[in-house]
């Protein structure tokens, strides 16, 4: 077992090694590096910024929720994380992992895919309000605009907001703006 | 089994290492090879001159920072709306004026909006205009001397931020109020705003020779919020445009309740319609307060004057010189792209950018196909005056700046990035990130008809983790991109001062043969001016004494003076003997309660020392001006108030 455990020990080092080894060498070619470049792009931002001093962002409520995998996971796969935890201010829907389940079978295999990824973030998008909007407030618009640019409207049942036919949950203060936690996906609609 | 999956997972650990490390060594070796690219091209040597002025805001610092580009360094900080200390701006005696205002002695401004004069729609260099927000004020900097030589206060305006940008030969500088006030103001409920409080669009005309402003018209528009605007050039000169917001004219909580329409407006208005209108006699001239300050550079001194009456435009009573362009979400940004035909709206709510038509908008008028109006205004028809959407470039959009060569570059505050698109087909080209949360961006002559595409300086407002930290405040950036190419690459990445609220930049030639070198002392008429050491003296006038001192390397003349008293103002009129350049000296005297002085060669200041105590006490040269810097100094004699010193001063020999 240790004998293993060294043996994953050791492949580390040598992949630090290797890594350091790099460091040595200057780029022969272009164009790797410009792929790098591009990945490097991709997980940069504030969204990769150590902070535990300060208000959870909306980001960083979601990471730390037990029942927003699905929605965590989705925000990476689309790389939205940055658009995230901005100063904002942010009002964010988050669908619990059972709203999700409650898609059809498959749905969200098939967005998580790469080359759904525009799809997506679009969804996600749909789920986000410039602003920080209180179940208060919420109840005195009859509609929002998202940031994917679409509208949702808001009905107000027993005198609580309800968003697209989502109701709320619970409302987490972020950082950043506000959660709203619903127990429905919004879907865009596809004309606006 | 678990002890394999553990090793596994170290495995891919190590793999990941192995790409995570390897990236970061690519990147370096990026930075390597490829970065020795980048720094060769932020790379200005020792004794070389950047290629480009940009001159960036301070924002809440109420100041303008002169940088070199590429190189991002810093040359000047430049005072216009705050006391600076270091150059006794606002604090001595001849620029104290400068920050006058209808209400009172006001040291601070917010200043956002930098703008170079310019001639025939091109960048001549001569003055940048900028703006104070809080207390309305337009200041105006000669580039000769790169200080602020007048600052004309806006009457029934709060908040003036669509500010302060120049027509194509600088016939006006604009100011547009942010907020809506009652015009005039008067105590009213807060609740009555809609319908009732009004938006002033200020145009302030340019004197062509010395640059002095004077308010020419008021536009007194229904009361939105003026965001920002930008005036049309080449074809649509003669055009001005502002974006607004709130107008649905909330009071509170705007943050929602100036979002619920879905589309605000872009105001159009043919400024040339408006003066013919005036010079002919047009308008309503009305009771305002507001200050007028001019700093002489003859006479080294500023003088305030208040303004008590402004000309205002009903623009009901001009038909055909206001119209509403329907523009979605709120829009910030109002930019005009270099040929003027396409008028950008950058809806901040919105995830489209909107292009409207020059051209589209004159035939819509023309056929006078309005959808409505808004207090008599003609909106109208957003479909008729659309040139194009660039669909869902990022979020947040906020600015747009132009190369000249076809392209836009928009920033996004949300998403933290600069968006390279082009216009006419709105493709998006090309994006980079912003770190982090990006506000104005610029190219220099960015707001003319002849940009130089071949940088991009993006203005973040949060830098979090970008810098060493220095406490929960830290520093906001510049960030430079280079544009020459078909993908845009960052460059460079550095701190400015106070909020780099936004910037504009020209080629250091046009700039750089006009700078001032030292003032000619025969050219001072400054009325406290000593010309030569012969000519010193110290006059007493009752309680008030008159220091009348000169200063060159090394030494002040007189050096040694008797006979002040206790509760004497005694002013030092300083002037500064040296005919060479970069040759300031300083001075200030213990206890004195301001800032020291620091005056250029030719060049006479002043400032007030109120002596409490008896005593012997030194003064001396602020300025390492010399080898024999740490001899420039001096002793004023301080007897009681009831005393009989006798007023004598020396240079060289005894008080007898």
New interface residues.
């Given amino acids: 077992m240790d004998t293993i455990k060294r043996i994953g020990l050791v492949l580390a080092c040598i992949c630090l090694f290797f890594a350091c080894k790099n460091e040595n060498q200057e780029t022969q070619s272009t164009t790797p590096v410009e792929n790098t470049e591009e990945k490097v792009t991709e997980r940069s931002g504030q969204a990769f910024i150590q902070d535990d001093e300060g208000t959870p962002n909306c980001l960083q409520i979601a990471i730390g929720s037990p029942d927003h995998k699905t929605l965590v996971a989705a925000v990476q796969a689309a790389q939205v994380e940055n658009a995230l935890v901005n100063v904002g201010p942010l009002t964010v829907f988050a669908p619990t992992d059972a709203a999700f389940a409650a898609l059809p079978e498959g749905t969200i295999d098939n967005l998580l895919k790469s080359e759904n990824k525009n799809t997506l973030a679009n969804i996600l998008k749909y789920h986000v309000t410039p602003g920080n909007l209180s179940t208060t407030i919420l109840t005195k618009l009859p509609k929002l605009g998202q940031a994917n640019n679409q509208s949702v409207q808001v009905e107000v049942v027993d005198g609580k907001p309800v968003i697209g036919g989502a109701n709320i949950i619970a409302s987490i203060p972020a950082g950043n703006g506000i959660v709203h936690v619903i127990d429905k996906v919004l879907l865009p609609p596809t004309e606006d | 089994m678990k ?2 999956i ?6 891919i ?3 990941v ?2 790409t ?11 930075s ?3 970065a020795s690219n980048v720094a060769e091209k932020v790379y200005v040597a020792p004794g070389e001159h950047d290629e480009f002025y940009a001159f960036i805001s301070g924002g809440f610092s109420g100041q303008l920072s002169v940088y070199g580009l590429p190189s991002g360094r810093l040359f000047k900080v430049i005072p216009v709306f705050s006391q600076d200390a270091e150059k006794a701006w606002g604090y001595n005696e001849e620029t104290k004026p400068m920050l006058e205002t209808s209400h009172g002695f006001v040291p601070w401004d917010d200043a956002h909006h930098p703008d170079i004069s310019q001639t025939a729609g091109e960048i001549d260099g001569r003055w940048v205009f900028i703006n104070g927000n809080n207390t309305p004020r337009i200041a105006k900097v000669d580039l000769s001397t790169f200080e602020t030589t007048e600052i004309i206060e806006i009457p029934n305006s709060a908040g003036n931020h669509s500010s302060s940008f120049v027509t194509e030969n600088t016939e006006y500088v604009v100011a547009g109020t942010r907020f809506s006030v009652p015009i005039p103001q008067r105590d009213m409920p807060i609740k009555d705003y809609k319908g009732n409080f009004k938006g002033s669009l200020t145009f302030i005309s340019v004197e062509p020779e010395h640059g002095h402003m004077d308010i020419k018209f008021q536009l007194i528009m229904p009361g939105f919020d003026y965001d920002l605007s930008h005036p049309g050039r080449g074809k649509s000169h003669g055009w001005f445009f502002f974006t607004t917001y709130n107008t649905e004219e909330a009071s509170t ?1 705007l ?2 309740n100036a ?2 329409n ?1 589309k605000d407006f872009i105001a159009a208005v043919n400024w040339k319609k408006i003066e013919e209108y005036v010079n002919n006699g047009g308008g309503t001239m009305m009771p305002a307060n507001y200050a007028h300050n001019v700093y002489d550079e003859s006479t080294h001194m500023a003088t305030s004057t208040l303004k008590k009456e402004v000309l205002t435009v009903n623009p009901l009573e001009v038909p055909g010189a206001v119209f509403l362009l329907p523009t979605p ?1 709120s829009p910030h940004g109002c930019d005009v792209d270099p040929t003027g035909e396409y008028i950008v709206g950058n809806g ?5 950018l909107t292009v409207h038509s020059f051209t589209k908008m004159l035939d819509a008028i023309e056929k006078e196909k309005f959808a409505g109006d808004a207090y008599g205004i003609p909106i109208l028809n957003f479909e008729d005056v659309l040139a194009g959407s660039v669909e ?1 470039p990022g ?2 959009p906020l600015h747009t700046e132009f190369d000249g060569k076809g392209n836009a570059y928009t920033t996004f ?4 990035e600069v968006v390279k698109w082009k216009l006419g087909t709105w493709e998006v080209l090309d994006r980079q ?1 912003c ?3 990006v506000g104005h961006l610029m190219i220099p002559g960015g707001n003319s008809q002849k940009p130089w595409g071949k940088y991009v300086v993006a203005m973040n ?2 830098t ?2 970008r810098y060493l930290p220095t406490g929960p405040e830290v520093t906001q950036s510049a960030q430079l991109y280079d544009i020459s190419g078909e993908k845009m690459e960052l460059l460079l990445d550095f701190p400015t001062i106070g909020e780099p609220h936004y910037a504009a930049g020209c080629p250091a030639d046009l700039i750089k043969p006009r700078s001032k070198k030292l003032f000619p002392l025969e050219e001072n008429n400054h009325p406290y001016a000593t010309k030569s050491e012969a000519d010193t003296k110290v006059v007493r006038d009752g309680n008030i004494v008159h220091v009348y001192m000169t200063m060159i390397r090394s030494h002040f003349s007189p050096d040694n003076i008797e006979g002040v008293k206790v509760g004497d103002k005694v002013y030092f009129h300083v002037t500064n003997l040296e005919q060479d350049y970069d040759v300031p000296h300083g001075v200030s005297m213990i206890g004195a309660n301001t800032s020291e002085l620091l005056i250029m060669p030719g060049q006479t200041e002043t400032f007030l020392w109120e002596p409490k105590q008896e005593g012997v006490w030194p003064f001396y040269c602020t300025d390492f001006c010399s080898a024999l810097h740490q001899e420039m100094q001096g002793y004023v004699r301080v007897s009681a108030a009831n005393a009989n010193t006798p007023l004598k001063w020396s240079l060289g020999e005894d008080i007898e």
């Fill in positions: 002890h394999i553990k090793s596994v997972a170290a495995f650990t190590g793999l290492v192995l995570g490390c390897n990236n970061s060594n690519q990147s370096n070796s990026k390597g090879a490829l909580l943050e929602v979002s619920q879905d979400k901040k709510l919105s995830a489209n869902q979020l947040g505050f949300i998403s933290s990130p770190y982090y949360s407002k949060i979090k983790d």
